[in-house]
């Protein structure tokens, strides 16, 4: 009987690792703390404090995109107390009020042709974001994303929030909760151990018109500005060339 349950808890740990595996290259992000959430589409670290993700991993294909439309229905995310996370009804009039949207790190765009797209909409995995930015150059950089997907390639993407001034205060909710004031995003490819990645940061207060490319950051700086460790398995005699440089996937982002 024993016997039975260690291989039961192997089997639990071994499924588990390959989905953590999946969505994040070279391990998932280290340096800060706060819940692990593990689905088949990404995984993300909740924080407690701020009501946020710090960070989410996620790999778009040629297989996740392109599905039919799909709805935003808002929902907590069951997996996390509701303590330690924003519901619906904590976002009213914050459009109104102080100009953002519901936005996604994950986008739902990329894995509508997926089983698991509605898991996109859990308020873990939004944060709210300047509709200027989220309709505009953030939202250009994640269809870059998606036309190099289309390619064949696969695309890993960290993305999450930046915590360095005060943007704003959701004026619906009296939870405590720390709205960003920037996000980053870092888009990688391995093709057989060869890695390139490019890295942006983006203020709350970036023009819709704003072109991403222009935003482009090296790796290090997000990991310094993020505290961070993007790629944690990523070998050191690596890291500066994916890391400590710009333009490593520029062109394939249409820059």
């Given at each position: 009987?024993?016997?039975?349950?260690?291989?039961?808890?192997?089997?639990?740990?071994?499924?588990?690792?390959?989905?953590?595996?999946?969505?994040?290259?070279?391990?998932?992000?280290?340096?800060?703390?706060?819940?692990?959430?593990?689905?088949?589409?990404?995984?993300?670290?909740?924080?407690?404090?701020?009501?946020?993700?710090?960070?989410?991993?996620?790999?778009?294909?040629?297989?996740?995109?392109?599905?039919?439309?799909?709805?935003?229905?808002?929902?907590?995310?069951?997996?996390?107390?509701?303590?330690?996370?924003?519901?619906?009804?904590?976002?009213?009039?914050?459009?109104?009020?102080?100009?953002?949207?519901?936005?996604?790190?994950?986008?739902?765009?990329?894995?509508?042709?997926?089983?698991?797209?509605?898991?996109?909409?859990?308020?873990?995995?939004?944060?709210?974001?300047?509709?200027?930015?989220?309709?505009?150059?953030?939202?250009?950089?994640?269809?870059?994303?998606?036309?190099?997907?289309?390619?064949?390639?696969?695309?890993?993407?960290?993305?999450?929030?930046?915590?360095?001034?005060?943007?704003?205060?959701?004026?619906?909710?009296?939870?405590?909760?720390?709205?960003?004031?920037?996000?980053?995003?870092?888009?990688?490819?391995?093709?057989?151990?060869?890695?390139?990645?490019?890295?942006?940061?983006?203020?709350?207060?970036?023009?819709?018109?704003?072109?991403?490319?222009?935003?482009?950051?090296?790796?290090?700086?997000?990991?310094?500005?993020?505290g961070l460790d993007i790629m944690p398995s990523l070998p050191s005699y690596k890291e500066g060339a994916v890391?400590?440089?710009?333009?490593?996937?520029?062109?394939?982002?249409?820059?």
């Amino acid at each position: 009987m024993n016997s039975l349950r260690v291989s039961a808890t192997l089997l639990l740990f071994v499924a588990s690792f390959s989905t953590f595996a999946q969505n994040c290259v070279y391990g998932c992000p280290t340096g800060a703390s706060g819940q692990i959430i593990e689905r088949p589409i990404y995984t993300l670290q909740n924080n407690a404090n701020t009501k946020f993700t710090n960070w989410v991993a996620y790999k778009v294909t040629d297989q996740t995109i392109d599905g039919p439309s799909r709805s935003r229905y808002w929902r907590k995310d069951p997996d996390i107390p509701s303590s330690q996370t924003l519901e619906p009804d904590d976002y009213t009039g914050a459009h109104a009020t102080i100009g953002t949207d519901r936005g996604h790190q994950v986008p739902l765009a990329s894995f509508s042709n997926t089983s698991h797209w509605s898991t996109t909409n859990y308020l873990s995995n939004i944060t709210p974001q300047a509709s200027g930015l989220n309709q505009g150059p953030w939202a250009r950089l994640e269809n870059a994303v998606r036309v190099l997907a289309r390619t064949g390639q696969d695309v890993y993407v960290v993305t999450g929030p930046l915590h360095e001034w005060h943007f704003a205060s959701l004026p619906g909710t009296t939870k405590q909760h720390s709205i960003p004031s920037g996000y980053f995003k870092v888009i990688i490819t391995d093709n057989n151990g060869w890695v390139e990645s490019s890295a942006y940061i983006f203020s709350q207060n970036t023009a819709r018109g704003a072109d991403f490319c222009s935003y482009e950051v090296t790796g290090f700086t997000v990991e310094y500005r993020s505290g961070l460790d993007i790629m944690p398995s990523l070998p050191s005699y690596k890291e500066g060339a994916v890391l400590g440089q710009t333009g490593g996937l520029t062109s394939e982002l249409g820059c």
